[in-house]
């Protein structure tokens, strides 16, 4: 099998650029996925409509709808982000998770509780959460590093990414463990990751692909990460999804030729 490097080594000899459809087309599967791993029952047509005008045909949940229009609002703004270059820090993230919960944290009775006890948007968790995880059909919780805890681990993360030397997917892969093991958000944590990735793919001149879906266990890797407090599962799970991406792409264009495009747009 041909490693991460090699089939970049070849896409980037093809100069394939992504096109605005193109772009455009995997900023909704981003959101698809990454709410359907969250428990969404919008299909993706749905998602695309929700997005773009704020309606859908069918029956649609008011939670689901506020879920795809405030994700695809934080990858808007994890991608300019990306795109700019701007620098990965603490207020980029406070920011993103922000944009995340914006019409959720307003409109989804499930957060009263929260907000009760004075919890803000833009802020980390103000108590300590679980994590719930059903196996074989069993409820199964793990406690979640204290408020004060999880402000430390995300700054320590984001050091040591920062000055990392280290391979990019090897670096991402610990950045996404370990800001999904400091669980520093009241919600949205798996998510968060998912930005992330989202956000440094550009930063650091990769295409914008999709490297979550709800048959690669994404989110099981960052649970057995969180449990074995190891960063190799989730590790896999890119790597997999990076090299299946690349490989597809070599192989049309073989076949089809396809020619380069000009470059690829953000909405925001």
Same mark, same amino acid.
């Given at each position: 099998?041909?490693?991460?490097?090699? *089939?970049?080594?070849?896409?980037?000899?093809?100069?394939?650029?992504?096109?605005?459809?193109?772009?455009?087309?995997?900023? %909704?599967?981003? /959101?698809?996925?990454?709410?359907? *791993?969250?428990?969404?029952?919008?299909? &993706?047509?749905?998602?695309?409509?929700?997005?773009? #005008?704020?309606?859908?045909? !069918?029956?649609?949940?008011?939670?689901?709808?506020?879920?795809? +229009?405030?994700?695809?609002?934080?990858? =808007?703004?994890?991608?300019?982000?990306?795109?700019?270059?701007?620098?990965?820090?603490?207020?980029?993230?406070?920011?993103?998770?922000?944009?995340?919960?914006?019409?959720?944290?307003?409109?989804?009775?499930?957060? @009263?509780?929260?907000?009760?006890?004075?919890?803000?948007?833009?802020?980390?968790?103000?108590?300590?959460?679980?994590?719930?995880?059903?196996?074989?059909? @069993?409820? @199964?919780?793990?406690?979640?590093?204290?408020?004060?805890?999880?402000?430390?681990? %995300?700054?320590?993360?984001?050091?040591?990414?920062?000055?990392? #030397?280290?391979?990019?997917?090897?670096?991402?892969?610990? *950045?996404?463990?370990? @800001?999904?093991?400091?669980?520093?958000?009241?919600?949205?944590?798996?998510?968060?990751?998912?930005?992330?990735?989202? =956000?440094? *793919?550009?930063?650091?001149?990769?295409?914008? &692909?999709?490297?979550?879906?709800?048959?690669?266990?994404?989110?099981?890797?960052? +649970?057995? !990460?969180? /449990?074995?407090? #190891?960063?190799?599962? &989730?590790?896999?799970?890119? /790597?997999?999804?990076?090299?299946?991406?690349?490989?597809?792409? &070599?192989?049309?264009?073989?076949? #089809?030729?396809?020619?380069?495009?000009?470059?690829?747009?953000?909405?925001?």
């Amino acid at each position: 099998m041909k490693t991460f490097e090699t *089939l970049l080594k070849q896409y980037n000899e093809l100069g394939l650029i992504q096109s605005k459809a193109e772009f455009d087309k995997t900023k %909704i599967e981003f /959101v698809y996925h990454s709410n359907r *791993l969250e428990g969404s029952n919008l299909t &993706i047509i749905q998602t695309q409509d929700i997005v773009n #005008t704020h309606k859908a045909s !069918g029956e649609v949940s008011v939670v689901d709808s506020l879920m795809a +229009i405030d994700n695809y609002r934080a990858l =808007n703004q994890a991608l300019s982000f990306g795109a700019s270059k701007y620098p990965l820090t603490e207020k980029m993230l406070l920011n993103l998770h922000e944009s995340l919960l914006k019409n959720s944290f307003e409109l989804d009775p499930a957060y @009263v509780s929260w907000k009760e006890k004075g919890q803000e948007l833009g802020a980390y968790k103000i108590k300590s959460n679980r994590i719930l995880h059903i196996q074989n059909d @069993v409820e @199964v919780y793990y406690e979640t590093p204290t408020p004060e805890e999880s402000q430390e681990m %995300i700054l320590k993360s984001l050091e040591a990414y920062n000055s990392s #030397t280290e391979s990019f997917l090897e670096k991402l892969s610990k *950045l996404v463990q370990n @800001v999904y093991n400091a669980h520093a958000f009241f919600d949205g944590n798996k998510r968060m990751t998912r930005l992330l990735i989202a =956000n440094q *793919l550009l930063a650091n001149g990769f295409p914008f &692909i999709v490297l979550h879906n709800d048959k690669n266990a994404y989110n099981e890797a960052l +649970i057995d !990460g969180f /449990v074995n407090q #190891t960063h190799e599962q &989730i590790k896999n799970v890119l /790597v997999t999804a990076f090299n299946q991406y690349l490989a597809q792409q &070599i192989e049309e264009q073989k076949h #089809t030729k396809k020619p380069k495009s000009k470059g690829f747009g953000l909405i925001l």
